[in-house]
């Protein structure tokens, strides 16, 4: 009796369209995953990109949404030559071509002058706050303000539109600014005014208007926070005493109000060695 074949011809058959099968899945579902990804990719769909350089940024979201683009900002930067708050740069530049769903990248100039802080130039020669205030982008007049001092050539103020700028008060880039500078003292005779409950900045007005300046100052407790308004409460010399114009008046500040009222009148310090 011969021996029996372990595959007859059905089963090899069978295994053939069984196989056959499993190939025709495969391409079927290889051919829609295709599709699919070009459908979900939007393969082959380019839209030519707008130019938005100029435009204001909501400008120019609104003119890449229509086209199925996006903008997404970067980078932004200081330039007088455009206006502010407008587009730069883009990329990808415009006319060139992009899938639908793209983003383009733009750079934005600030939306205004760019803030920097007032160095403090005090007590500085004009020649080195000259190049400070430059490098910083502000544009100093080369005309200066002149007022008596203890030296000659050295810094009392910087003003901005005619305003005295504080160490630290904000300025933009491109501001021009005026030297307030020393020419020493001079040889008249000037009263001291009385200065009692003003706050430094005033006091320091009031006394080069008499053409005398700050000398030291001090406070009677530590500040702990800037900007915390400070009065005069003592001054050396009293208000009504003879200085050589261009001498310093010492002033001692207070955060106390009350204390400023009733400040002292003598020129004698309450201790010392308060200075």
């Keep these: 009796m011969g021996k029996k074949n372990i595959f ?3 089963d090899a058959i069978f295994l053939g369209i069984n196989i056959l099968l499993a190939i025709v899945v495969v391409v079927i579902i290889l051919v ?14 380019e839209v030519e990109v707008s130019n938005v350089r100029g435009l204001a940024k909501e400008d120019a979201e609104a003119v890449l ?10 980078d932004s930067t200081y330039s007088e030559k455009v206006p502010f708050g407008t587009i730069v740069e883009q990329d990808p530049m415009p006319d060139s071509h992009a899938k639908l769903g793209r983003a383009v990248y733009v750079t934005v100039n600030a939306s205004g002058k760019r803030q920097i802080p007032m160095p403090n130039l005090q007590d500085m020669s004009y020649r080195q706050a000259e190049t400070t205030l430059r490098g910083l982008g502000l544009l100093v007049d080369t005309i200066y303000d002149y007022e ?5 050539d ?3 103020d910087v003003k901005a539109h005619g305003q005295s700028v ?3 008060e904000k300025i933009a880039v491109g501001t021009k600014v005026r030297l307030v500078v020393g020419f020493g003292r001079g040889t008249e005779e000037v009263e001291v005014p009385f200065v009692i409950g003003m706050s430094p900045v005033d006091a320091r007005r009031v006394l080069l208007s008499h053409r005398l300046t700050v000398g030291a100052v001090t406070c009677d407790e530590a500040v702990e926070e800037d900007g915390t308004p400070l009065f005069v409460y003592q001054q050396i010399p009293a208000a009504g005493e003879k200085l050589i114009e ?8 207070t955060m106390d109000p009350e204390k400023a009222a009733t400040g002292t009148l003598s020129n004698e310090p309450e201790e010392d060695n308060w200075f």
């Design 166 to 168: 504080q160490p630290g």
């Design 246 to 253: 261009g001498e310093t008046v010492a002033l001692k500040l």
């Design 154 to 156: 050295l810094i009392l």
């Design 65 to 74: 949404d229509q086209q199925g683009l996006r903008l997404v900002v970067i």
């Design 8 to 10: 007859d011809k059905s």
């Design 148 to 152: 008596p001092s203890a030296f000659r």
């Design 32 to 45: 829609s995953l295709i599709a699919y990804l070009k459908s979900y990719t939007q393969h082959g769909v």
